[in-house]
């Protein structure tokens, strides 16, 4: 038998994001070193019990999973107070349980699928330098900020001045993500990176 008594109580709490539509339940485990965005039900019963079980629930419209937190996404005509403490009782339960929260090979195979659709190669060797410390600022300044967020933001592709990222999680759909990728990143890259004329954004 297991001996649950040296096991620490699983703590859970919330954080606002800057969706209103969107929700982060922070953990004290770490549950993915790593970022899984799930929009479809498909690609979370292939990938992740956690999300599949979060689906099932009539209100939840994503599930982003990423270090030690949960951000879900909720259908616009449900109100966070009416279904807050259910999900954090769900959450907290499902990780008690000791539950799955990812398949084994899940990064393995959303690289694939990166490489395959291009996301992060999409440039010419020539800009290969540029391309790379872009990659840098956006990892060193603005994940971090994006991740307390409860989201996440990636490197797409670099196109004769524009820059084009992917935006996941809390951020997807955000009404002031376009504000702070219009006043805050592009005006960080543009100082730095004197060749960058704009950002542009895609939902993840």
């Not at 709490?13 to 004290?28: A, D, G, I």
């Not at 790593?34 to 994503?62: C, M, N, Q």
Request: charged fraction near 25%.
């Amino acid at each position: 038998m297991e001996d649950t008594a040296t096991k620490s109580p699983v703590m859970l709490y919330t954080e606002q994001t800057p969706n209103p539509e969107s929700l982060k339940f922070v953990t004290n485990r770490m549950l993915y070193k790593g970022t899984a965005d799930f929009r479809e039900e498909e690609l979370a019963h292939e990938w992740s019990p956690i999300a599949t079980a979060l689906f099932e629930l009539p209100y939840v419209k994503g599930v982003y999973v990423c270090n030690n937190f949960v951000t879900v996404t909720k259908e616009f005509n449900y109100a966070w107070e009416d279904i807050m403490l259910k999900l954090k009782e769900f959450i907290k339960a499902y990780i008690e349980d000791g539950k799955d929260i990812l398949k084994e090979g899940f990064a393995e195979a959303m690289e694939k699928i990166e490489a395959e659709v291009g996301a992060g190669y999409q440039y010419s060797e020539d800009d290969a330098e540029l391309v790379k410390k872009i990659k840098d600022l956006i990892d060193t300044y603005v994940k971090p900020a994006v991740e307390m967020d409860g989201g996440n933001i990636e490197f797409k592709s670099w196109n004769k001045g524009t820059v084009t990222v992917v935006l996941q999680g809390s951020c997807s759909g955000c009404p002031s993500s376009t504000v702070t990728l219009k006043s805050g990143i592009e005006g960080m890259l543009k100082r730095m990176v004197p060749q960058v004329q704009e950002v542009v954004a895609e939902m993840g």
